[in-house]
């Protein structure tokens, strides 16, 4: 590059101005000049005093023009097109402004001056501005992604010096909360208010948002936080200037405020083939499409391009909700795949048959359960019925409908269980493994996988909205840990798994490492900004971490085999497994009586016939917390429906 124009860039930000407005002047008048002289065909040029006083308004007016619009307050290496088309609009008021006063002035003038005025003021006011924009580009910023930063004062204002003069990113654009600070330049990077994000995400594509606010209140972060979560892109946070002062953090210690690191684990790309196997013009259905399982399912189900997608789902507003946002995605894939929303129960097996057989069903993916712990825990009964019998409607319905694949999202608490949730999942298990035995039309897989980050059951939201309300974070037990996967990983591969093609057989998804909760919250704190304290004597810090003891029916850890006998598949983050199971004769016989145990209420007959059988369930010591008062309530209630219906 050279000389003169490094020294115009390393100039500080008054004699740029100085030496911008300098050269418009020049611009300007030179333009007027050989507007009249193009026209007259002539150099020497014979100006009346009406003349000169015509043209001194002309420049006063465009130089006017290009102060209103912020001209100045831009360095030249950072002009945009938006910029250029600003100088056009200034170059037509100026033109404008010429023809106003000849007339006023009476000024020998032709008219036909201010149109070659506007060509020849483009040319030499613009020209300049996008030269000095290219050198700039191509020297320092060609190869620089973009990025934006949150917050415009101190902390914000020397990042964008750092990255200005580094060679990592290029900072595009300043978001910022407060109005007073909109529309003004730091280092040529306007500032804008952060509800202009999504628009500004299209113009420029960024790859990071670096939050660059230190010293704000503890709420006031959280609701940054909160806010900016739901942002499609990645987040990183900078260090504060008293840290990089003092020596404690540099410009390089960024934190991602991305769910992943909250894991520690890189998802796995999804096997095209795999995914599309079972789904790619065929009619599937998805149960229990409006939960946190099934919604995600339904995402990316529809992305593999089905002929049909049936969502059935038992929650009006869930199916609503799921519908609603189906319908949007399918317009933005440009998709021809029928959306088909049905409201229905698993546990009603004629409208499912009625139902699968209709749509022509092919694929199934069971996703509807009840899975939180302790509420199954405490509602006995209705856990058996939905978990157990709504899988066994299902299956069956399958089976008469002559559906090919039909896949069940199981849990790694079905893996000697010490709650009814898991033993009920098992039981679920056990059903499709005999009624695979029994026929071979439908193949039946199962889908074993832990918590995933994101679901309605998951520890991350419950954590979030602890920290928004500033504390405590409750976890169960210091020492309690669990297997997490990301929710679009644990659908992609629930698919896959699905589509391997043994009939009856049990996958299990590799989840990595198990993760200690106690570390999770602590993660999570320090995220958001904060410190974490145990010791409520001792607070030093800003969220308390609270022990409240296991929950009815939890375990420290969970596992997600139960024998030794696995096998590892060929893809990657798949394994199969061997296990225990029972006849369909032998299967028959414990849904009988675990039928019988639920239209009388008998929860200890349901608690030993699951112990009885092939679940390893070893239930908890816990007292029930319904409590006997409640049982014999509803006993009393059910006794009365009973003898009512035999009097009509």
């Known amino acids: 590059m050279y000389k003169p124009i490094q020294m115009l860039f390393q100039a500080d930000r008054y ?19 050989v507007s009249l002289a193009l026209r007259l065909d002539t150099t020497h040029l014979r100006l009346s005093i009406r003349d000169n006083f015509s043209l001194l308004v002309t420049m006063l007016i465009t130089l006017g023009g290009f102060v209103r619009l912020g001209m100045y307050r831009a360095v030249l290496r950072y002009m945009v097109l938006p910029a250029i088309g ?34 020849i003021g483009m040319l030499l006011l613009g020209a300049p501005r996008i030269f000095f924009k290219m050198m700039y580009y191509h020297h320092y910023s060609r190869k620089k992604p973009n990025v934006f930063i949150y917050g415009a004062g101190s902390t914000g204002q020397k990042l964008a010096y750092a990255l200005i003069n580094g060679n990592e990113y290029h900072p595009v654009v300043f978001l910022d909360d407060d109005r007073k600070k909109e529309g003004h330049f730091i280092f040529g990077i306007k500032i804008h208010h952060s509800s202009e994000f999504q628009k500004l995400y299209k113009l420029y594509s960024p790859i990071k948002l670096l939050i660059a606010i ?28 008293d840290d990089i002062a003092t020596g404690k953090a540099n410009l390089n210690d960024v934190i991602d405020l991305n769910i992943t690191r909250l894991l520690g684990r890189t998802p796995v790309s999804a096997n095209s083939d ?95 359960a009840y899975k939180h712990v302790p509420i199954v825990e405490s509602n006995v009964i209705q856990g058996i019925r939905n978990n157990i019998f709504g899988t066994l ?69 419950l954590f979030k909205k602890q920290i928004r309300n500033g504390g405590p974070v409750t976890v169960t037990h210091p020492d309690i840990i669990r297997y997490f996967m990301l929710i679009n990983e644990a659908a992609q591969l629930v698919i896959q798994a699905g589509a391997l093609g043994t009939n009856g057989q049990i996958y299990v998804l590799d989840m990595g490492k198990p993760v200690k909760i106690l570390d ?62 029972l006849s369909w004769p032998q299967m028959e016989l ?53 003898e009512q219906l035999s009097i009509d």
Not at 15 to 33: E, F, H, M
Not at 601 to 609: D, H, Q, R, W
């Open 393 to 461: 409607s299902c299956a069956q319905a399958a089976i008469a409908s002559k559906v090919e694949n039909f896949t069940l999202i199981s849990t790694d608490k079905a893996v000697r269980p010490t709650n009814i949730m898991g033993a009920s999942k098992r039981i679920a298990e056990l059903i499709l493994q005999a009624l695979s035995d029994q026929q071979s039309h439908t193949i039946f897989t199962m889908v074993r996988f832990g918590n995933v980050l994101g679901s309605s059951g998951s520890v991350v939201p």
């Open 520 to 581: 999770l919250a602590k993660r999570m704190i320090h995220l958001m900004g904060m410190k974490e304290y145990i010791n409520e004597n001792s607070q030093q810090g800003d969220i308390e971490i609270q022990f409240t003891g296991l929950r009815p029916g939890e375990k420290l850890y969970e596992e997600l085999l139960i024998g030794k006998n696995v096998e590892i598949t060929k893809y990657d983050k798949i394994m199969s497994a061997s296990e225990e199971k």
């Open 590 to 642: 414990l849904l009988n009586e675990l039928r019988i145990s639920c239209q009388t209420l008998n929860i200890e007959n349901i608690k030993k016939l699951l112990v009885k059988n092939a679940t390893g369930y070893n239930p908890d010591p816990t007292p029930d917390l319904m409590g006997e008062n409640f049982l014999n309530q509803r006993k009393k209630i059910q006794t009365r429906t009973y």
């Open 214 to 241: 230190n010293n704000i209140k503890a709420d006031s972060r959280l609701k940054l936080l909160d806010k900016i979560a739901s942002w499609p892109i990645a987040i990183q946070s900078f260090p504060s200037i």
């Open 274 to 368: 795999l995914m599309m196997k079972n789904i790619k013009n065929k009619s599937v259905m998805v149960t229990g499409a409006g939960g946190s399982i099934g919604s995600e399912l339904c995402r990316q189900i529809i992305q593999q391009k089905p002929s049909k997608l049936i969502m059935f789902e038992i929650s009006e507003y869930n199916l609503y909700s799921i519908d609603q946002e189906l319908q949007t995605l399918k317009k933005f894939l440009a998709s021809e795949t029928r959306l088909v929303a049905i409201l229905g129960s698993v546990q009603d097996p004629d409208f499912l048959k009625m139902t699968m057989t209709e749509q022509k069903i092919q694929t199934v993916y069971h996703a509807a």
């Open 15 to 33: 004699n740029k101005r100085l030496v911008t407005l300098s050269y418009d002047i020049v611009a300007v008048l030179v333009s007027l000049y």
């Open 86 to 119: 600003y100088i056009f609009l200034s170059v037509i008021i100026s033109a404008i402004t010429f023809a106003l006063s000849v007339f006023f002035f009476q000024a020998d003038v032709p008219r036909s001056v201010p149109f070659i005025y506007i060509g």
